[in-house]
């Protein structure tokens, strides 16, 4: 796919942040709208995060043009955010690959490039590294400068917070700035606070504070009556003084779609002493008005007209998992009114928009706070009510301690309905579900189920809800396979597997070593299709903690080699209790585990990173193969 530069005269001679530097600022405002409309025009042909990257145009260029790239350190909260910085920074003619296999990373990541200071792709990470880069500037002496852009989603986060406080505290010299596109204050944006965060921003004022704070310094009650003069100065013209109080020198809020005042306002932040906070106000989907109305809808899209107003709705016929648990939600609160859902900024992903319109009072939006999620899921155990915790395998690693310390030991029931479990995809490392297995198996108090298809899903989302103690359901990212469902009252045994197909005992193949395939969770589809083409038993084991060790000790009297199979990491994973199961009863046995090998999962779609990682049918085939052959 190919984008005709000479529609972009300006941003087509940008191929380095030092380009745009060496033109004049007038040209900034053109050159902010070629960008916008080539990302507009690249991303509705490739597909990918789209409304993010439209509120942040105007700051991308801004922080590029005022700082010394990649020298100077620029740090994107998540990243969703980041592909006018990707534009910018010498991949603008790669912009089409994004997410796709062997394309661009979906978010900024070190290993891409020079510019990508830190990788990210969860929230909430830039201040804490922010300050640990200021730190290393300081002590390294050449007057490298350093700026993370953090979103009002991403400041939700206990994390961020702990940063502030910290860079308060300890007066490195850094900038945050908050792109804040939810906030309603949009009517303090305007000339007046424009001028006014220039006023505060610039030498004049802030040389006569530092200078009078020197004066006043020996006379504290002056010194004191000064500060309260400047403290409720500034708090009339702006909307907190929270951030001078953790100890940053506020600035804002200002038009983060105004270039030129960005430019002017970061210009005379640049140079300023110590932790500085600027407050950027933005519209997220900025420039095209289908996005600006329904940003959330427009987060990431596939490929689209940008000349229709809708996007093109999923040919998918059959529902998600995320939909699948959804409705199991409001299907269980109709009849159950203790049951409360709790989510960490997760709605729409989780599938649990329609359960908060019609249970407002039993749906809890913590915002991006895994680990108060998890506490605050026992706290409502403890206090009678029956919670579910919806979060994507990735966004549970946050929550580990908590889920340990305050559900485990105490072993209380709450289930976890663990969405995006297995491989994720298109958004690479960050959120490859494939460590779960492995960081929970070994908690005590802990039953961990895994669905092969959405009846098994709602069976085993019933059974844990109806548990007395912390409970797993892990699902992954995608479609069910049409299965009818049960009703929400249907539950199943605990720690018991399911024959799914036994070996045949066919003649020509008496002499062929005895195979039985153990699959967990919906790896299922290509454990049945490698099993008839090797003539094995094939097993659903269903729970991976308990293990069905009756079903396991059968399997190894009557056969010669076992395989386990699951998409998780090999490590510490399913498989691994099989293995520690097996040798704990000193049972001689050969056994093969295959899941994901040491190594973190790159992007690419699911059927292209399950090819590779050989966990499709083939692939699974191919490895017990070469393994008989040993």
Same mark, same amino acid.
């Given at each position: 796919?190919?984008?005709?530069?000479?529609?972009?005269?300006?941003?087509?001679?940008?191929n380095?942040?030092?380009?745009?530097?060496?033109?004049?600022?007038?040209?900034?405002?053109?050159?902010?709208?070629?960008?916008?409309?080539?990302?507009?025009?690249s991303?509705?042909?490739?597909?990918?995060?789209?409304?993010s990257?439209?509120?942040?145009?105007?700051l991308?260029?801004?922080?590029?043009?005022? @700082?010394?790239?990649?020298?100077d350190h620029?740090?994107?909260?998540?990243?969703h955010?980041?592909?006018?910085?990707?534009?910018?920074?010498?991949?603008?003619?790669?912009?089409?690959?994004?997410?796709?296999?062997? $394309?661009?990373?979906?978010?900024?990541?070190?290993?891409?490039?020079?510019?990508?200071?830190?990788?990210?792709?969860?929230?909430?990470?830039?201040? +804490?590294?922010?300050?640990?880069l200021?730190?290393? *500037?300081e002590?390294?002496?050449?007057?490298?400068?350093?700026?993370a852009? !953090?979103?009002d989603?991403?400041?939700?986060?206990?994390?961020?917070?702990?940063?502030?406080?910290?860079?308060?505290?300890i007066?490195?010299?850094?900038?945050v !700035?908050?792109?804040?596109?939810?906030? +309603?204050?949009s009517?303090n944006?305007?000339?007046?606070?424009?001028?006014?965060?220039?006023?505060?921003?610039?030498? !004049? %004022?802030?040389?006569?504070?530092?200078?009078?704070?020197?004066?006043?310094?020996n006379?504290?009650?002056?010194?004191?009556?000064?500060?309260r003069?400047?403290?409720?100065?500034?708090?009339?013209?702006?909307?907190?003084?929270?951030?001078e109080?953790?100890?940053?020198?506020?600035?804002?809020?200002?038009?983060?779609?105004?270039?030129?005042?960005?430019?002017?306002? &970061?210009?005379?932040?640049r140079?300023?002493?110590?932790?500085?906070?600027?407050?950027v106000?933005?519209?997220?989907?900025?420039?095209y008005?289908?996005?600006?109305?329904?940003?959330?809808?427009?987060?990431a899209?596939?490929?689209?007209?940008?000349?229709?107003?809708?996007?093109p709705?999923?040919?998918a016929?059959?529902?998600?998992?995320?939909? &699948?648990f959804?409705d199991?939600?409001?299907?269980?609160?109709e009849?159950?009114?203790?049951?409360v859902?709790?989510?960490?900024?997760?709605?729409?992903?989780? $599938?649990?928009v329609?359960? +908060?319109?019609?249970?407002?009072?039993?749906?809890?939006?913590?915002?991006?706070?895994?680990?108060?999620?998890?506490?605050?899921?026992?706290?409502?155990?403890? #206090?009678g009510?029956?919670?579910?915790?919806? &979060?994507?395998?990735s966004?549970?690693?946050?929550? @580990?301690?908590?889920?340990?310390?305050?559900?485990?030991?105490?072993?209380?029931?709450?289930?976890?309905?663990?969405?995006?479990?297995?491989?994720?995809?298109?958004d690479?490392?960050?959120h490859?579900?494939?460590?779960?297995l492995? %960081?929970?198996?070994?908690i005590?108090?802990?039953?961990?189920m895994a669905? +092969?298809?959405?009846?098994?899903?709602?069976?085993?989302?019933?059974t #844990?809800?109806?548990l007395?103690?912390?409970?797993?359901?892990?699902y992954?990212?995608?479609?069910?396979?049409?299965?009818?469902?049960?009703?929400?009252?249907?539950?199943?045994?605990?720690?018991?597997?399911?024959?799914?197909s036994?070996?045949?005992?066919?003649?020509?193949?008496?002499?062929?070593?005895?195979?039985?395939?153990?699959?967990?969770?919906?790896?299922?589809?290509?454990?049945?299709?490698?099993?008839?083409?090797?003539n094995?038993?094939l097993v659903d084991?269903?729970?991976?903690?308990?293990?069905?060790?009756?079903? !396991?000790?059968?399997?190894?009297?009557?056969?010669?080699?076992?395989?386990?199979?699951?998409?998780?990491?090999i490590?510490?994973? *399913?498989g691994?209790?099989?293995?520690?199961?097996?040798?704990?009863?000193?049972?001689?046995?050969?056994?093969?585990?295959?899941?994901?090998?040491?190594?973190?999962?790159?992007?690419g779609?699911?059927?292209?990173?399950?090819?590779?990682?050989?966990?499709?049918?083939?692939?699974?085939?191919?490895?017990?193969?070469?393994?008989?052959?040993l």
């Amino acid at each position: 796919m190919t984008t005709n530069l000479a529609d972009y005269p300006l941003l087509s001679q940008i191929n380095i942040p030092e380009e745009l530097r060496n033109m004049p600022q007038d040209k900034l405002t053109r050159v902010s709208n070629e960008l916008r409309s080539f990302l507009l025009s690249s991303v509705s042909k490739s597909s990918g995060h789209f409304a993010s990257g439209l509120g942040t145009i105007e700051l991308t260029v801004a922080l590029h043009y005022v @700082y010394n790239t990649p020298f100077d350190h620029l740090i994107w909260d998540v990243g969703h955010q980041a592909y006018p910085h990707k534009i910018l920074t010498g991949r603008r003619d790669k912009l089409h690959t994004i997410r796709q296999k062997d $394309g661009l990373h979906p978010f900024p990541w070190r290993e891409e490039s020079e510019y990508d200071t830190l990788s990210v792709g969860h929230s909430s990470t830039s201040i +804490s590294a922010a300050l640990g880069l200021a730190v290393a *500037a300081e002590k390294e002496g050449k007057n490298r400068k350093t700026v993370a852009v !953090i979103g009002d989603g991403a400041m939700t986060a206990g994390m961020a917070f702990e940063a502030l406080n910290h860079a308060g505290d300890i007066k490195k010299d850094m900038l945050v !700035i908050l792109n804040d596109n939810d906030m +309603s204050i949009s009517e303090n944006v305007g000339a007046l606070n424009n001028h006014l965060a220039k006023l505060l921003s610039g030498s !004049i %004022f802030t040389g006569f504070r530092e200078s009078s704070k020197k004066i006043l310094n020996n006379i504290p009650p002056i010194k004191e009556l000064a500060s309260r003069a400047e403290e409720h100065l500034k708090g009339m013209v702006v909307p907190s003084t929270f951030f001078e109080e953790l100890g940053f020198n506020y600035i804002g809020p200002i038009d983060g779609h105004d270039v030129n005042g960005l430019v002017n306002t &970061i210009k005379n932040m640049r140079n300023l002493k110590g932790p500085q906070f600027l407050h950027v106000v933005t519209t997220k989907g900025k420039g095209y008005q289908a996005a600006e109305q329904d940003p959330i809808k427009y987060h990431a899209v596939p490929k689209f007209n940008p000349a229709e107003t809708s996007l093109p709705k999923s040919k998918a016929i059959l529902p998600t998992y995320s939909k &699948i648990f959804g409705d199991w939600l409001c299907k269980t609160a109709e009849i159950d009114k203790k049951l409360v859902a709790v989510t960490p900024a997760m709605a729409e992903g989780s $599938g649990m928009v329609e359960f +908060s319109r019609r249970f407002p009072d039993q749906y809890f939006d913590v915002a991006i706070a895994e680990q108060h999620a998890v506490t605050y899921a026992a706290g409502l155990a403890i #206090g009678g009510q029956k919670p579910v915790v919806a &979060i994507y395998s990735s966004f549970l690693q946050r929550g @580990y301690d908590q889920f340990i310390h305050d559900v485990a030991i105490q072993n209380l029931p709450v289930m976890f309905a663990v969405d995006r479990a297995g491989i994720v995809g298109a958004d690479g490392a960050t959120h490859q579900g494939v460590f779960d297995l492995s %960081f929970l198996r070994c908690i005590p108090n802990t039953v961990i189920m895994a669905p +092969s298809n959405e009846r098994e899903c709602q069976l085993m989302l019933n059974t #844990g809800f109806k548990l007395n103690g912390p409970s797993i359901v892990r699902y992954p990212r995608g479609n069910g396979t049409g299965e009818t469902l049960p009703s929400v009252d249907e539950t199943i045994e605990i720690g018991k597997s399911v024959i799914i197909s036994q070996k045949q005992n066919i003649e020509a193949e008496k002499q062929s070593k005895t195979i039985a395939l153990l699959s967990f969770g919906t790896m299922l589809g290509e454990a049945k299709k490698a099993a008839k083409s090797l003539n094995a038993t094939l097993v659903d084991m269903r729970f991976v903690k308990p293990l069905d060790t009756a079903m !396991i000790s059968d399997l190894a009297s009557n056969h010669e080699i076992l395989v386990t199979i699951e998409d998780n990491a090999i490590a510490g994973g *399913a498989g691994s209790g099989v293995n520690e199961y097996l040798l704990a009863q000193g049972k001689p046995v050969c056994i093969l585990n295959i899941g994901v090998d040491d190594q973190f999962v790159k992007h690419g779609t699911q059927e292209e990173v399950h090819q590779e990682l050989g966990l499709d049918s083939l692939g699974i085939i191919n490895k017990i193969k070469r393994f008989i052959e040993l």
